[in-house]
């Protein structure tokens, strides 16, 4: 089950995030200081934290300035107020054990202030309305009442109307419990009706009708048990190079932890070797044991912390030097010595020396794993990381190293994650940003699916991210394909992928992709890279700035007529100033109603000499963004959607794509 929307109210510093979408793999929340991106995260959590987890507190977590008014005095029904909702995609698996009237749904969870979980399902499923059963359940109730008339007489008779107590309106939706009351009222009164009677028509009629919000009910239930846990992650969850584990279990059986330094990281620690602190506190005493029972119980300690050593030392070894021969690398130890439990690592040398000598980004490396691997217990496919800063104190390069092991994390774990660092944004990652910001108080914090915000520093990770992407390519890579803009990259890469998932080339990986922000600049940043003898292709659409563009003297001297690209070149419909977009014309009809919730077939039918992007624009209004478009197109493109794309768009991609190859080979 993946997590594919969500929204958080009434938490701290969230008025009203708004909906916000969650990406398969990996979400990515930037925005400045005070935005409230950790308030985001650990709402998150409390979706279906791990055993242990602080519940929601009214008084500590719901927005002060609306405290008195809405908590206090009532302005709020604290047990329907949701501050906390995910909608959720089951796989294919999942709904497997579904009815096959359940298999299309969406589920949806959520939690209110007083921690109650609110349940239900969206899509298209079996409903039950009252309006459905009105008539015949009147008629029956007529048909009892009738029959008990004649009845009168009997003693201890009761009226059975006057059994059913239901007030519904005729387009009410029947719960289980009305259900339950309906169904109770017909078989209590079953005796009233003849076999093969109209009335046993009827009552045959609604007590099947009655199943659907039974089996809706146990749909949900059977989607419950597959939600995710949430696990979350911040920089403070450290483990102690050498813990007490006497004053350690005191503390918690006190419940006197300190959950924001070293204890939650040293439980989670405890909890990875399958120890309680007073369980291995005990097993350092013998307690009156027999000297063979006592060896026995330091063994198994001792089997247990090794093991759990290896499998730190391998997942670190992989991350902190991937390069480093097997021997070489550094080794960590977790070492019981009495009533002190140590973390040490050990280097090449066979040198000990404990964790807090070590930096504070491999200390941060091996305090993460050890609460990944504790709180995910053995549920590592069925969770969620939310990662807090994740990796701050790794050097930059360390950091674009990590970015490859949350691409591997995310793979089996759909990862959330905050960060201030371009290190940790892709320049192809710009479609899994979610920009967070707080523009004032008054308003709280907002998250945007879009990359767009009011406050230039909530997007300042992302124009860091790709200055430092283009400083790093724009003069090594031999061959470089200038493309106008950032969704010609992401159209360029959504392409490439559909074409290699059908078995077809792709764009060849050595070729680099330099989005110039305009049609105007392109003659700048291909004049700049061909002076530097490198390879270039320039790519421009055949709307009236880049058929401009591309005639301009300057750009034809520098590369030659053959390495000037336009769109129309490899289009075969009749829009006469195409777009990139115009090469994948019905696919993004196809992504505008599955993404976007807009229907524009008739429209791209009738007015085939449009560019789609203006019969789009026209459908949504002011609030078009091509970003979101091309975005929405990389999510079609990475599903089995593609399957449908009609055979002259793939030709058209195929034939661009091939060009491209040829021209920087």
Sequence with gaps: MRLIKARVRGYRSVIDSGDFDIENLKTILVGPNEAGKTAILQALQKLNPPEGTIKYDALRDYPRSRYTNDIEKKGIDTSKFVFVEGVFELSDYEKSFLPEAYRNIKYKFGRTIDNHEISTIEGDYPVLRYSQIEKDLTRLINFFDESAEKKAGSANFVKPSSKLTLTMNHADEVSVAQASEIEKFLKNNLNFINEESDEEKRYDKIIA?????????????????????????????????????????????????????????????????????????????????????????????????????????????????????????????????????????????????????????????????????????????????LLDEPGLSLHGLKQAEFRKTLDKLSESNQTIFTTHSPFLVGANELDKVRVVEMISRSDGTKVHTTV??????????????????????????????????????????????????????????????????????????????????????????????????????????????????????????SVAHCEIEDLLRNSLVDVCKKYLGIEISQKANQQTSRPIVDIIQEAIGTSFSKYKLARAFLKWASSDEIKNMPQNEIEQCEKLISKINALLS
């Design 209 to 385: 009708a009655l199943n659907i919000p039974v089996q809706k009910e146990s749909a949900i239930k059977q989607c419950r048990s597959y939600l995710p846990s949430f696990v979350l992650f911040s920089n403070y969850f450290r483990i102690k190079p050498s813990i007490n584990l006497q004053k350690l279990a005191e503390r918690t059986e006190r419940k006197l932890l300190d959950d924001k330094e070293y204890d939650y990281g040293n439980n989670c620690l405890l909890k990875l070797l399958g120890f309680t602190a007073r369980e291995l506190s005990n097993l350092a005493v013998q307690n009156g044991k027999t000297e063979q029972d006592y060896k026995n119980q330091l063994d198994k300690r001792q089997y247990k912390l090794n093991s759990a050593s290896i499998q730190l030392t391998n997942i670190i070894k992989e991350i902190w030097n991937p390069n480093v021969k097997k021997e070489e690398a550094n080794k960590i130890r977790i070492i019981a010595d009495g009533q002190y439990l140590k973390v040490v690592v050990e280097d090449d040398l066979g040198v000990e020396v404990e964790l807090d000598q070590r930096s504070e980004g491999f200390q941060w490396m091996v305090s993460f794993f050890v609460v990944f691997f504790a709180e995910a217990d053995e549920k590592h496919k069925n969770t969620i990381l």
């Design 452 to 573: 767009t915000a009011g406050d230039k520093a909530a997007l300042l990770p992302l124009q860091e991210a790709l200055g430092y992407d283009l400083a790093q390519n724009l003069f090594i890579n031999e061959r470089n394909l200038v493309l106008e803009g950032l969704t010609d990259y992401w159209y360029l890469e959504g392409i490439s992928s559909i074409l290699i998932s059908l078995g077809k080339k792709g764009l060849n990986d050595i070729i680099s992709k330099v989005p110039a922000d305009s049609a105007s600049k392109v003659v700048y940043y291909a004049t700049i890279l061909h002076a530097q003898n490198l390879k270039v292709v320039a790519l421009f659409d055949a709307d009236n700035s880049g058929e401009q563009a591309a005639k301009q003297e300057t750009l034809i001297n520098v590369l030659g007529r053959k390495n000037i690209l336009l769109t129309k070149e490899f289009y075969s419909g």
